[in-house]
């Protein structure tokens, strides 16, 4: 039986090469591009491999596009997500490495995923930033918005295998290192020397993983995350770095970088349901409200916070309960996880001591970021594939902002 694979990254380079190794394979393949129409046609005519065009930021083109895919080439059997490089210079890496990544991973996934669980066969690869020449120094000593992406990238993962498991769908993700066709000038040989193998990858090597990942034999390979980058990963720095976690963060997002603290609510942040999406932005509020408390108000403050969370965890947890969620367990593990952390500090603010406690609910907003869009994110798909939940609107999330 011939499998139809889409593969999202463009005309050249590694989404270039992903493609033509699943061609090459016998699978059917399409192509998704956006704005690139010279590319598209140079590309098509080589290879035969169509480029549809759209927006994957956008979750309603991502609805239409992949209509329009599988009315042409055949319902999707196999999904690549491919992230694309890290994104620019700051302050604008954070925002651009959720967008290039979870955003369009997420609006991609929700509109195959639930034809692949009806089939009872699926594939879905993730794969995380591609690593430009420059970025090789800031990556080795463990860069917030690099190490941001691709947690996002694993936990979303992890929470749709366990999700779609049961129905013979596998979700997987590929962390690429540097690769010699990445864009950029060349890089520095002692950027090199920071990988252990001493060479640089190729899209090849990236390519043959995820054409392993997608066969039909792979079907007992489920929420792995594989680093491809020629051991770039044990390097001291990042070891060093990966080694002293901040205590709600060590989920793969490393120690938060000097910035704004803060957390406003913005309609970006939606999951499409409506009573969730309430009370994150409650949440937010009440959170707001108590970073910027004054010592007389602080120890109140913190006890309605906690409170509220272990109300709404428990509301979460409940409904998880209730469509037998795989993922709930990790999903708990994180409340679990942030509530500890809030109900260990305690002590010290009954006795007037709120350094520590402060310094707890300072990270309390990064941790939320992530846990939004991942774990939320996920637990919403689920929702609504077991028909508990009914977006108010096609819109889905496709960037957070501090």
């Known amino acids: ?21 699943l061609q090459t394979r016998g699978y059917r393949v399409a192509l998704v591009e956006h704005g690139a129409a010279d590319a598209a046609r ?9 480029l549809f065009d759209w927006d994957i930021a956008d ?7 992949i209509a329009a895919v599988e009315q042409s080439v055949g319902a999707i059997d196999i999904l690549v997500n491919y992230a694309g490089r890290t994104p620019g210079a700051a302050p604008q890496r954070w925002e651009q490495a959720i967008n290039a990544s979870l955003g369009a991973m997420l609006n991609m996934s929700r509109n195959v995923i639930d034809g692949m669980r009806l089939r009872g066969f699926g594939r879905i690869v993730n794969i995380g930033p591609l690593i ?8 080795a000593s463990g860069q917030l918005d690099h190490q941001a992406a691709k947690a996002d990238i694993r936990a979303l993962t992890r929470s749709l295998a366990l999700t779609a498991a049961h129905d013979h769908v596998t979700v997987n993700a590929i962390m690429p290192g540097y690769c010699e066709e990445a864009p950029g000038i060349a890089a520095a040989p002692e950027y090199l020397q920071a990988i252990p193998v001493g060479r640089p990858g190729t899209p090849q ?3 043959r993983i995820v054409a392993f990942l997608v066969d039909d034999d792979a079907g007992f390979i489920t929420g792995a ?4 980058d020629g051991g770039l990963y044990l390097g001291p720095e990042l070891n060093q770095a990966a080694c002293n976690p901040a205590p709600l963060l060590d989920q793969g997002i490393g120690e938060p970088a000097e910035a704004d603290i803060g957390l406003d609510w913005s309609s970006q942040m939606a999951l499409g349901a409506p009573d969730i999406d309430n009370a994150h932005q409650a949440f937010i509020a009440q959170l707001a409200q108590l970073l910027s408390a004054h010592d007389a108000a602080f120890e109140s403050g913190l006890y309605a916070l906690i409170v509220a969370m272990e109300s709404d965890f428990r509301q979460e947890e409940a409904r998880m309960e209730e469509i037998d969620f795989p993922g709930i367990r990790m999903h708990r593990e994180q409340h679990a996880r942030v509530l500890s952390a809030l109900h260990h500090v305690v002590p010290q603010v009954m006795l007037g001591d709120h350094a ?10 990064q941790w939320f970021l992530f846990h939004l869009t991942t774990m939320d994110a996920a637990m919403v798909v689920a929702l609504e594939l077991a028909g508990m939940e009914t977006p108010a609107s096609a819109a889905t999330l496709q960037v957070v902002r501090t």
Do not use: W, Y
Not at 59 to 65: E, K, P, Q, V
Not at 132 to 139: A, R, W
């Open 132 to 139: 430009g020449p420059l970025d090789l120094q800031s990556v």
């Open 205 to 207: 090597d990236i390519s």
């Open 59 to 65: 979750f309603d083109a991502c609805r239409s596009g």
């Open 225 to 228: 995350n594989l680093d491809v």
């Open 1 to 21: 039986m011939q499998r139809t694979a889409l593969v999202t990254g463009g005309s050249k380079g590694l989404g270039k090469a992903i493609a033509i190794a």
């Open 356 to 365: 520590q406690a402060r310094k707890v609910v300072e990270l309390i907003p």
């Open 42 to 50: 140079g590309f098509t005519a080589a290879t035969s491999i169509p």
